[in-house]
């Protein structure tokens, strides 16, 4: 068996538009050109910017109409950030959710089964449902600052990816397949450059919506690593299906906290 090598330099190597391509290639269904060798890279160091990139786009409702229509606008917004994804972390969360849910020794079988299960639909409503009031009631205080939150919460679920893979995927390794990779693959430079973007993306954010995006992104990445540390001791591994349902989990506590804490 060919040995494993895990890049501790990844976002050194190559071309950075490389990593680029990569991160859009990975975390949205928008279509890209390979750069260079963005086919064989995860896009890890990019996925800060990237989640910035797809909020921002995300957002737009908020910004035209989230003060006169919040809920309308808040609607549209997820729904835009599912389209971009193509539903990809919300399957995911599905996807752990049926296997939490199922007999012993069928976790597996619930998991890889195309057919969402109770607990998977019940959980995609749940979230969505969250999202949509927590984000409707920032926007009916102002729409600039529901879409910084937006943006800030974008970036930040992404971003903890890759510091997920490298905190707790190596340790907690599935058998095989895309979670696996991934967390060979990223490298601890990668996951701090992610990260760093991201906080940085959220000062400027302040700069523009005030200290309270900061405040609910640093609660909700709190509420959203409790609960994602529950549920990868739940299921005894962190696979592909894991990092879809924390970036989901991740989304929906930050904006929570900006709807809570006001």
Do not use: K, N
């Not at 879409?147 to 995927?169: D, E, Y």
């Not at 309270?212 to 690593?225: E, I, K, N, Q, R």
Request: aromatic fraction near 4%.
């Amino acid at each position: 068996m060919a040995e494993v090598v895990v890049r501790e330099d990844a976002p050194s190597r190559g071309h950075p538009f490389a990593e680029l391509v990569a991160a859009v290639a990975f975390l949205t269904r928008v279509p890209v050109r390979p750069f260079g060798d963005s086919g064989s890279r995860t896009g890890a160091a990019a996925f800060g910017l990237v989640g910035a990139l797809i909020g921002v786009v995300a957002a737009v409702p908020l910004l035209l109409a989230g003060t006169s229509h919040p809920l309308p606008a808040a609607i549209a917004t997820v729904g835009i950030l599912a389209l971009l994804d193509g539903g990809l972390h919300l399957d995911g969360l599905a996807d752990t959710c049926d296997a939490l849910a199922a007999p012993a020794g069928a976790a597996d079988r619930a998991r890889t089964d195309p057919r969402a299960g109770t607990a998977g639909v019940v959980a995609i409503v749940v979230i969505l449902g969250l999202a949509v009031a927590s984000i409707a009631e920032v926007a009916a205080g102002g729409g600039l600052r529901a879409a910084a939150v937006v943006i800030a919460a974008a970036a930040l679920s992404r971003a903890t990816a890759p510091v997920w893979a490298v905190a707790v995927g190596r340790h907690r390794r599935a058998a095989g397949g895309l979670g696996t990779w991934f967390a060979d693959e990223v490298g601890r430079g990668a996951a701090a450059f992610a990260l760093v973007t991201a906080v940085l993306i959220v000062l400027v954010l302040v700069e523009f919506a005030g200290p309270g995006v900061a405040l609910a992104s640093l609660v909700g990445l709190a509420g959203a690593a409790i609960v994602g540390l529950i549920l990868v001791r739940l299921r005894g591994q962190l696979d592909g299906d894991g990092y879809g349902a924390i970036i989901e989990l991740t989304f929906a506590a930050i904006v929570l906290s900006a709807a809570l804490l006001g």
